[in-house]
Each structure stands twice: as C-alpha cells, then as structure tokens.
C-alpha cells in the first residue's frame, strides 16, 4: 500500500498513526525521548511527546488516490512552486537548494 508523509500538528495527532520519521525531542542537545520512524504512536507516546514539548510529527497515511490522481497533484505542486520560485535566481546555490528542498517536499 502506497503512503503519503506530511507534517501535524502535535495536537492533531491520534492513536494508531504512523511515524513517517523518527521523532527525536532534545533539551539543550541531550535526547530527552525518541520513536523510530515506522512506529505506531500510542496514548502513552502521545502523552510523552506533549511533555517533552514536541509540537510537529512527520505521519505516513494511506495514499488511496489513482496513479493518474497523484500525477495531476505532482503537476499543480510543481507549477506552484515554480510560481512561487519565480522571482528567485536560481543560479545562486542557496537557492537553488532551497527550491530543490520545496519542490522535493511538495511533489512527493
């Protein structure tokens, strides 16, 4: 079954959803608590990551659209970014890393 991977909100997150990467939380450099990438969150884990101060996750959820679906969405993302990208000048490497980054993100 195929997966899609976005950020949420701590508050957002439930019972039962997917680690789409680990969650490491620190405090001033030492790891304070951690799940691997894969793990299914529990009420327990939930609890810990609301009193280690964790605010995002990185969830994988089914991906239950077509293959023709998903290329229509990895098109408009891309155009969107590109329009956002527009004024840039993607010759400077900064840049052009982070526009990378964004459409990596966007188009997955």
């Known amino acids: 079954m195929r997966t899609r991977t976005h950020y949420l909100p701590l508050i957002e997150a439930a019972d039962g959803m997917v680690l789409g ?33 964790a605010e995002f996750i990185f969830v994988a959820t089914p991906d239950e659209r077509s293959d023709e ?11 969107r970014t590109m329009e956002i990208f527009s004024g840039a000048d993607l010759t400077d490497p900064n840049l052009a890393a982070l526009f990378d980054q964004v459409l990596g993100y966007r188009t997955a």
Do not use: E, M, W, Y
């Open 69 to 79: 679906q998903i290329a229509v969405d990895t098109a408009l993302a891309a155009r």
């Open 21 to 53: 990467a680990p969650v490491i939380v620190k405090n001033h450099g030492i790891v304070r608590f951690s799940l691997p990438a894969g793990h299914a969150l529990t009420h327990d884990n939930l609890r810990q990551l609301k009193i280690h101060q």
